[in-house]
């Protein structure tokens, strides 16, 4: 069977890489369209050997397209996904619009796979923000084994998260740096992110923490278990691609490094790289482009009782957002959980 997909936000980051994603996979799709606001009408985007050139999301018909792939921000998500839902198309949706909606699944399916069965009630499911993901690929199967009670967690967020103004801003602020006049002021972040950290992504709320942290505490706790306390900081660093995260666990019960080493090299999704020695440990720049969740750094936290701490590296753009609409859309077609495509 084929289906017939449409990528709205086709011209971003994400939606090119979801484009990208489908093709390098051979998606089952006779059809995939390119959308986006009427401003991009026209632009040409790459699906494999193709070139599609993007139509209006206001415009076009969806009651003939069996998923769509939404990459196009909250509030564009808010206005159309349930109106692309009720023709019957099945929306998956990268933005944070319907995250916390008890009606609608927060899928990544190394975990919580069985969970997409809700989809149903509002035909929309979404995807977790890109840090938590890539930190609950690697915390599902060491809570199986051993029962996580508490998560914290320092993440360091390439400013591809922050989207392609933020990637041109770290550019044009390093090769300030070398050519004199040519500096540039701050504008998608607060401070300049050249050669920096900035100790803030979302806004800040009431608490002190931000809204990006906070999103780590209620993704993890509704995609893996309500039980489990977390607590996150998180910082935006001059990397173009890649998020990781420095991850420290206490557990119910008693778990030695070498056995997280073992349970983490045959889970899904996963891919450790842990040698002890210069080198022995994954980086974002090597990260990059890759679809697997990189544990390195496993080591026994001899502070509290069963404790653990490591280091995960994955690539934001894929795994973090497009690898994982799309296989969520494959989920659904190898578990037999749509309509029949014509």
Known sequence: MSYTVAVVGATGNVGREMLSILAERL?????????????SVGVEVSFGDQTLKCKDLATFDFSKVDFCLMSAGGSVSKEWSPKIAAKGCIVIDNSSAWRYDQDVPLIVPEVNADAVVGYTKKNIIANPNCQTMQMVVALKPLHDHATITRVVVATYQSVSGAGKDAM???WSQTKGKYVPGQEVEPKKFPKEIAFNCIPYCGTFMEDGYTSEEWKMVAETKKILDPKIKVTAT???VPVFVGHSEAVNLEFARPITADEARDILREAP????IDKREPGGYITPMEAAGEDATYISRIREDATVENG???WVVSD??????????VQIAELLINRKLLRKAA
């Open 27 to 39: 998606f089952p799709a006779t059809e995939v369209h390119g959308l986006a606001s009427r401003r």
């Open 316 to 325: 934001n753009l894929r795994k973090g957002a497009a690898l994982n609409a």
């Open 234 to 236: 998180c910082v935006r």
């Open 308 to 310: 653990l701490a490591m």
């Open 269 to 272: 999704g996963c891919l450790v």
């Open 168 to 170: 041109d801003e770290l």
